[in-house]
């Protein structure tokens, strides 16, 4: 069982936007802003897409967009094009004695 | 370019170890902190240790807590993973990671580059 909280998989159209959620608690993704987020396509090393929550790092596109509510951050890809079709996995900073934690991890299906 | 290079994967029985080496490229290594981050096969990702730039700080997963060892060799550019005791639930594909930093030195609590990752199977 992962420490944060993803639903298994989200489907969307191409245009359309999705938003996948990543739950956690005060001692995380609610204490901190350090929430990032990647994208890993199939056989390939993840990708960092967004980093402290909302900032994204040069090269990622602007249909990528991260916001965060209590101990639940977003992820919400606007536009979506064929290629945005990965999985995507939640990360964040704790105050435990790990340090780090993943989200389990959401399949993204463009239709 | 920056380039993280895994190596020393492999078939290794249970109960055996097997170090894993990771070597960098394209940036200053010693002015960074360093992970290892695993994915078991069909998996999702499970961070597994960090090592500060000086390795002064160590933090491991309760998974591998006293079974791995981070460490690093700044002089030569390289980060490794010594796991002993190793079990069938370690079989996996382990990356390293390499956290962001500030203009300021400050360590970030992000991955910003990856590493392909080496095969890690544990199996009698």
């Known amino acids: 069982q992962s420490a944060l909280t993803q639903p298994a998989s989200v489907s969307g159209s191409p245009g359309q936007s999705i938003t996948i959620s990543c739950t956690g608690t005060?001692?995380?993704?609610?204490?901190?802003?350090?929430v990032s987020w990647y994208q890993q396509h199939p056989g390939k090393a993840p990708k960092l897409m967004i980093y402290?929550?909302?900032n994204r790092p040069s090269g990622v596109s602007n249909r990528f967009s991260g916001s965060k509510s209590g101990n639940t951050a977003s992820l919400t890809i606007s536009g979506l094009q064929a290629e945005d079709e990965a999985d995507y996995y939640c990360s964040s900073y704790t105050s435990s004695s790990t340090l780090r934690v993943f989200g389990g991890g959401t399949k993204l299906t463009v239709l | 370019e920056v380039q993280l290079v895994e190596s020393g994967g492999g078939l290794v029985q249970p109960g055996g170890s097997l170090r894993l080496s990771c070597a960098a490229s394209?940036?200053?290594?010693?002015?960074?902190?360093m992970n290892w981050v695993r994915q078991a096969p069909g998996k999702g990702l499970e961070w597994v240790s960090y090592?500060?730039?000086?390795?002064?700080?160590?933090y491991y997963a309760d998974s591998v807590k006293g079974r791995f060892t981070i460490s690093r060799d700044n002089a030569k550019n390289s980060l490794y993973l010594q796991m002993n005791s190793l079990r069938d639930e370690d079989t996996a594909v382990y990356y390293c990671?390499?956290?962001?930093?500030?203009?300021?030195?400050?360590?970030?609590?992000?991955?910003?580059?990856w590493g392909q990752g080496t095969l890690v199977t544990v199996s009698s």
């Open positions: 394209g940036f200053t290594f010693s002015s960074y902190s």
């Open positions: 090592i500060s730039s000086s390795s002064s700080t160590i």
């Open positions: 990671a390499r956290d962001g930093i500030t203009i300021f030195g400050v360590v970030k609590y992000y991955f910003d580059y």
């Open positions: 005060s001692s995380d993704v609610g204490g901190y802003n350090y």
């Open positions: 402290d929550v909302s």
